[in-house]
């Protein structure tokens, strides 16, 4: 499975991005994905996944109401949209898929890095 990201570069503090990632060729609802980052000399850790069980996308506490994680599957594309940027978001963002399995329809998908297969080689982002 490949993983594209398009979409970074550099914004100044209040603007916005979107990124974009190619997935997967076929049925994007048979995977969970999600877009992560990796602030500098820190692990790198979830953003937003597409599905947390409650019928609606995670997000970390801190892009909670600013990023919106939408997938076009017609496209085979999840997009992340970055609003009121921050300079504490900036950082390598990665997008992350992962086959979804039954428990994942009653659980929702995880958020932890470690449970992701495949990944994309990353897209910068950087805010001054």
């Known amino acids: 499975v490949q993983l594209v990201e398009s979409g970074g570069g550099s914004v100044q503090a209040g603007g916005s991005l979107r990124l974009s990632c190619a997935g997967p060729?076929?049925?994007?609802?048979?995977?969970?994905m999600g877009w992560f980052r990796r602030d500098p000399g820190k692990e790198r850790k979830a953003v937003a996944v597409?599905?947390?069980?409650?019928?609606?996308?995670y997000y970390a506490d801190a892009v909670a109401g600013r990023f919106t994680v939408s997938q076009v599957n017609a496209n085979n594309t999840l997009y992340l949209q970055m609003t009121n940027l921050k300079l504490g978001d900036t950082a390598m963002y990665y997008c992350?898929?992962?086959?979804?399995?039954?428990?994942?329809?009653?659980?929702?998908?995880?958020?932890?890095?470690?449970?992701?297969?495949?990944w994309g080689q990353g897209t910068q982002v950087t805010v001054s």
């Open positions: 992350a898929a992962v086959e979804a399995t039954i428990s994942t329809l009653f659980s929702g998908c995880s958020s932890s890095p470690a449970d992701f297969t495949y």
């Open positions: 597409t599905y947390s069980g409650n019928g609606g996308p």
């Open positions: 060729a076929y049925a994007s609802s048979a995977y969970c």
